[in-house]
């Protein structure tokens, strides 16, 4: 595994973009950090695994909601410095209960405008454990 | 346009990243960055513009190639600090001549493998001006 996460350019803190879309669709739900353990972990395990910048640390997409994404493609940019991954996602990707994280678009008013509808309770997946 | 610019948390070096995707597809063509003006040049025109970290400075996509981008559609991600727009892509997205700058899939035995064909090429885009 070591080989090809060497041809990958990590930024100075040691992290890379990975953008994370629904394999079978291609709508792409989130955009996160990895830096190479938790690529490397992501490969191991074919569960999304990233680097929280605010908590300094490595997390498992789901490790709270269940709502893991299970790994099926990962194509890197031509400049290796983006990641692309195709996943089937578990529930919803967005922690505000949106299947995918981009829900609000800018519209000719130039207002944000939430354009698709919540798929789960936040309040339900997060709090009552 | 000021007011929804002011709802996007640009990074410390006043950049958001912004993953371009085709509108119709989904198919997501590049990552780049954007400043505040870039975007304000982008929602202007209708045309995406982006802000070269090693050059620094702003430039229209497709300024030598001729391959812009029309602006489709315009989200942002529930953190407000990604952005993910929607385009018509004219030729290809990538200075390499791919229609995707995501061309190289790593490949179970890891290895990366280009698994996109060329739609054009990069000499007679770039070098016979």
Not at 45 to 62: I, Y
Not at 87 to 104: D, M, N, P, T, W
């Amino acid at each position: 595994m070591e080989t090809q996460l060497d041809d990958l350019k990590f930024d100075a803190q040691g992290l890379i973009p990975a953008i994370i879309q629904d394999a079978a669709t291609h709508q792409v739900l989130m955009m996160a950090w990895m830096n190479r353990d938790s690529l490397a972990k992501t490969i191991q395990t074919k569960k999304t695994h990233f680097f929280s910048r605010s908590r300094n640390k490595l997390w498992l997409k789901g490790e709270t909601s269940g709502h893991v994404q299970h790994v099926k493609s990962i194509a890197m940019d031509c400049d290796q410095d983006v990641l692309l991954i195709g996943v089937e996602q578990v529930g919803a990707a967005c922690h505000e209960g949106y299947y995918s994280c981009f829900f609000r678009e800018l519209q000719p008013d130039n207002g944000w405008k939430t354009v698709a509808g919540r798929m789960v309770d936040p309040e339900k997946v997060y709090k009552k454990k």
